[in-house]
């Protein structure tokens, strides 16, 4: 099935709109989207809670590669579809955003109301005592840590990971929490084998229960965490819209389906139900 923007625009027109995005939304800011269509597979499997947790290696080749993507990722800037989805919110016709994107480009567009499902790559979790710092402040140590730390940045993945090779990998010393001075540092995101905060899911599905629609944007729903709301909804009868380049696997529950670019879709959409043309920020 593939409809209208035009149909799109009928439905997020009602309001109470609740948005639940994906990394299709951040790929035109430059953060690739290795699930979908123009995304390449990521050469290496991602890091998992266990290996990071129980292996020291991994751990290092972890926070090696994400020191350097970490620039890329702190750089990136939010596009013509985050800026949409804010200009729906100010508009009043969206309550709320679930988003699975752990970049924060939701809150750099000016959406409020953002519920961030799997974290957010700028915070640094104490895994021991749980004390949040920020990026820049982790950053700042691992640079004080490895100041001849050198590489190339061949790609940086979603998740704020990098190519490296092992001989690059071995010199590079982590750093451990600043407050406790022994507990494990974290990015405060929800690794592959690790499960969402249960209050956080709770949270997202009384929203969607809350909403007249919800509304997907760049995600191919290939993992349970976010395709469970898009489930919830349809249960719920209430109508769901994905906008998302290639098939999902939620296209089965979808009421609207369009499959083209989001930074098109989503500007054309803004116009059509504000009633104001796209400004750039
Ligand atoms: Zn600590």
């Known amino acids: 099935m593939t409809t209208s923007v035009q149909e799109l625009a009928a439905l997020v027109a009602g309001g109470q709109v609740v948005v639940l995005s994906g990394a299709g939304l951040s790929t035109e800011s430059g953060i690739p989207d290795y699930r979908g269509p123009s995304g390449v597979a990521r050469r290496h499997t991602p890091m998992t809670f266990q290996a990071f947790t129980r292996d020291a290696v991994a751990r290092r080749r972890y926070w090696a590669r994400s020191h350097l993507g970490w620039r890329l990722i702190a750089r990136a800037a939010p596009n013509a579809g985050h800026r949409a989805v804010a200009r729906l919110q100010d508009a009043g016709l969206v309550d709320a955003v679930i988003t699975q994107n752990v970049d924060g480009l939701h809150g750099a567009a000016g959406s409020d109301r953002v519920v961030e499902l799997h974290g957010r790559l700028d915070e640094v979790i104490c895994l021991?005592?749980?004390?949040?710092?920020?990026?820049?402040?982790?950053?700042?140590?691992?640079?004080?840590?490895?100041?001849?730390?050198?590489?190339?940045?061949?790609?940086?993945?979603?998740?704020?990971?990098?190519?490296?090779?092992d001989e690059q990998v071995a010199g590079f010393r982590p750093v451990d929490c600043g407050i406790c001075g022994t507990g494990m540092l974290k990015p405060d995101v929800v690794f592959f084998g690790e499960t969402v905060p249960p209050q956080?899911?709770?949270?997202?599905?009384?929203?969607?229960?809350?909403?007249?629609?919800?509304?997907?944007?760049?995600?191919?729903?290939?993992?349970?965490?976010?395709?469970?709301?898009?489930?919830?909804?349809?249960?719920?009868?209430?109508?769901?819209?994905i906008v998302n380049q290639g098939p999902t696997r939620g296209d089965g529950y979808a009421t609207v389906r369009v499959d083209a670019p989001l930074g098109d879709v989503l500007p054309e959409l803004a116009e059509r139900v504000t009633g104001a043309s796209a400004v750039p920020v």
């Open 128 to 165: 021991d005592c749980g004390n949040l710092t920020s990026r820049e402040e982790m950053d700042r140590r691992l640079r004080e840590a490895n100041p001849d730390f050198v590489a190339q940045v061949a790609e940086v993945n979603p998740d704020g990971d990098v190519d490296l090779p």
């Open 200 to 241: 956080r899911v709770e949270r997202c599905f009384a929203l969607v229960e809350q909403a007249r629609a919800v509304v997907v944007l760049g995600s191919s729903l290939t993992v349970m965490s976010g395709r469970r709301f898009v489930i919830r909804a349809a249960k719920q009868g209430i109508p769901v819209a």
